[in-house]
Nanobody, 122 residues
C-alpha cells in the first residue's frame, strides 16, 4: 500500500545540525501534506513543520528560524533541515503524508512513518 521511511536521526551536541528525510513508496498519486511531528521524552507529540502540495509551510514557534522543511515530489520525499539544535529538540521525529492514489481519486488518507530518534546533548 503506502510506506514511509525516515532517516537521518542521531546523536548531536547542542548547536549542531541534522537533516531528516522521509521517503514514501507504494500506491501514491499525490501528497497533499508532508508533515513532521516529534514525540518528546515527556510523552508529548507536537507538529514541528508541514508543507502542502502548493508549498504552504508552517512551523512550530519553538523551531522557527532554526528548522526548514522542504519536499521533492518526484522522489516522494520530505526533508527537515534542523540547525542550532537544542536539548529540548530531543525526541522521536515522525513523518506523516496525506496521500491520494489513482485508484481512489478524491480520497485522502494519512500515513505515518515509524520515526527516527534525535538526541541533542548539552
Amino acid at each position: 500500500q503506502v510506506e514511509l521511511v525516515e532517516s537521518g536521526g542521531g546523536l548531536v551536541q547542542a548547536g549542531g545540525s541534522l537533516r531528516l528525510s522521509c521517503v514514501g513508496s507504494g500506491n501514491i498519486l499525490d501528497i497533499g501534506i508532508m508533515a513532521w511531528y516529534r514525540q518528546t521524552p515527556g510523552n508529548r507529540r507536537e507538529l514541528v513543520a508541514s508543507i502542502t502540495n502548493d508549498e504552504r509551510i508552517n512551523y512550530a514557534e519553538s523551531v522557527k528560524g532554526r528548522f526548514s522543511v522542504s519536499r521533492d515530489n518526484p522522489k516522494m520525499t520530505a526533508y527537515l533541515q534542523m540547525n542550532s539544535l537544542k536539548p529540548a529538540d530531543t525526541g522521536v521525529y515522525v513523518c506523516k503524508f496525506s496521500v491520494t492514489s489513482a485508484s481512489a481519486w478524491g480520497k485522502w488518507d494519512d500515513y505515518w512513518g515509524k520515526g527516527t530518534q534525535v538526541t541533542v546533548s548539552p
